[in-house]
């Protein structure tokens, strides 16, 4: 027998991440509904090991981290993890913040792809709504929730690896100008205030709001299925209540948003039956709705890191120790960057002290990351059971294309900080060392000791209305059932060029623009039909 305790909303938003947070504080910038946010993890409220950003390292395989463990890779390295936050204002809250606008031609590529509506025109917009930017200039937005400013340049060695970049060929230029970058280096621009707590979407979204009466905010409840009545529109979720013993219902009566992001929305639509019928019956769940691409097109930043000891003491202060990126491409003729790198004043041996390489608590590092990787992999069921981790196999290095550009990026890294520019810094390579120079012995290193940029994209795609590989549609609706969308990094078509996180939240802008619009078509319609049945004019009646 099971005990279940309901309460309804007009809006539920499931997962409160970079874009969960985003859709329910703009839906319910509408006195007249009713919002209910559905976080699994905790507040973020008075957390500084959460809210100050540079102590997001610590944060990696904490009680805030899901730690989804990955499948063994033929080609890629096993050990690795993906780091999912299990906290409000989701990976906005857990990972540093780079914030970056995604280019022109990313978004246009999304229309291109399908997603009918989200080309640059339409979405840049967004980008200036939902950001309050330092950088003067009518491109930007001044007064969004979301602050965005330069890291200032206070890094020497950061400042002399900017300098030996030019000397290589790839000049200073400003992040999150118009133009696309393509070849050029800098600080970045973060997501942080002034006084170094980050502008995650929960700060920014949700702490100004949460005394907003229509406004429920419930954390500490995993979702553990969607609800559906016989006409498949989905009319709420279930929820482990905070005993770990019982389900609350969460009922929506107009819509319900899942925004759990990349591997816990897929792994949340197959719990409910919405996904592959054959993996769907081979684990037992019940077919709802037969939808290929849940779970699949899996994309990630794969990472390697090239790592030297510093000849000089580095820096014992940074706003989050990865301050500049660095853009270039490995072929002529490309319209945005198929290399990017993060320079980082720390170490970063978290997978090469595995393999036997030397460390130091004293050094700088480069890790380059395939921007467009063609590698794809998937997110599946391990169970039925909510609570198992989901099977989440990226596939990295499946295609060739993502380890031509790896390799090619050690080469780079060592062409830059080889330039005169560093030399009072860069003392011995530690890793992959000079003994490592040839293509396969860089391959083999790169597959013994890669990360993540923890940027996974995809799982749950737009397209159009009659593309079968494609879950949702362009107005981020589930196809096959009503009364449900997806705003979350899973549906994106193709992984940004740069780290994605404010493109994140500008899909929650765009949900809610969605949503609204939908609500007030549906109130039109209504009226005239009510009108209609009365006998009433409907200009007669709107001109009152």
């Known amino acids: 027998m099971k005990f279940v305790k309901t309460e309804e909303y007009d809006y539920v938003v499931v997962g409160g991440g970079s874009a969960g947070a985003a859709v329910a ?29 540079t102590r997001w390292m610590e944060l990696l395989e904490s009680g805030y981290d899901w730690d989804y463990p990955i499948e063994p890779q033929q080609n890629g390295n096993s050990f690795m993890r993906h780091a999912r936050a299990k906290v409000l204002g989701g990976c906005s809250s857990h990972n540093s913040c780079i914030a970056f606008w995604a280019p022109v031609e990313d978004l246009d590529e999304w229309a291109a792809m399908g997603a009918q509506g989200w080309q640059a025109a339409n979405t840049r917009p967004l980008y200036r709504r939902l950001e309050n930017n330092a950088e003067r200039g009518e491109h930007h937005g001044h007064e969004g929730p979301v602050r965005v400013r330069n890291v200032p ?97 969460i009922g929506a009566r107009r819509e319900v948003i899942l925004s759990a992001g990349a591997i816990d929305s897929p792994k949340l639509l197959m719990l409910s039956g919405i996904g592959p019928a054959g993996h769907l019956r081979e684990i037992g769940v019940d077919v709802l709705v037969d939808s290929a691409g849940v779970g699949s097109n899996l994309q990630d930043h794969p990472e390697g890191v090239i790592q030297w000891e510093a000849r000089q003491p580095m820096v014992t202060e940074s706003t989050q120790w990865w301050e500049i990126g660095i853009f270039t491409t490995t072929e002529d003729g490309l319209d945005r960057p198929d290399l990017m790198f993060h320079y980082g004043s720390v170490p970063f041996d978290m997978h090469t002290a595995r393999q036997g390489f030397p460390t130091t608590e004293n050094g700088f590092c480069l890790t380059p990351n395939v921007t467009h990787a063609r590698s794809r992999g998937t997110v599946r069921l391990r ?38 520019a560093m030399a009072d810094w860069a003392g011995a390579e530690l890793y992959p060392g000079p003994a490592v120079q040839t293509d396969e012995e860089i391959a083999a290193y790169i597959r013994k000791t890669h ?29 096959g059932v009503t009364g449900l969308r997806v705003a979350d990094a899973s549906v994106m078509p193709e992984l940004t060029t740069v780290n994605p996180n404010l493109t994140t939240m500008m899909i929650g802008e765009r949900c809610s623009d969605l949503i609204k619009a939908a609500r007030r078509d549906g109130d039109v319609r209504g009226l005239r039909q009510s009108q209609r049945r009365s006998g009433s004019h409907p200009a007669e009646t709107l001109r009152v």
């Open 451 to 479: 990360n993540t940029v923890y940027h996974p994209a995809g799982t749950v795609r737009m397209g159009a209305a009659d593309d079968d590989g494609s879950p949702l549609d362009p107005q981020l609706r589930v196809k």
């Open 153 to 249: 340049p206070t890094d020497p060695c950061g400042v002399a690896l900017l300098d030996a970049c030019e000397q290589a060929g790839i000049p200073r230029v400003q992040f999150n100008d118009e133009a696309t970058v393509v070849n050029g280096a800098n600080f970045f621009q973060i997501n942080v205030r002034e006084d170094g707590v980050r502008a995650s979407s929960s700060v920014s979204y949700l702490h100004p709001i949460l005394g907003r009466p229509n406004l429920t905010i419930l954390t500490g409840l995993r979702a553990k299925r969607l609800n559906f009545d016989a006409h498949k529109r989905c009319t709420g979720v279930d929820v482990l209540d905070a005993d770990l013993i019982h389900t609350r219902t």
């Open 383 to 420: 169970s039925q059971d909510f609570r198992d981790k989901p099977k989440v196999d990226p596939q990295y290095f499946t295609d060739p294309h993502d380890m031509r550009v790896m390799i090619a990026g050690i080469k780079k890294a060592r062409e830059i900080v080889a330039q005169s």
């Open 25 to 53: 504080a703009r839906l319910s910038e509408d006195d007249d509904v009713t919002v209910a946010l559905v976080e699994a993890g905790p507040s973020d409220v008075g957390q500084d090991a959460i809210l100050q950003v």
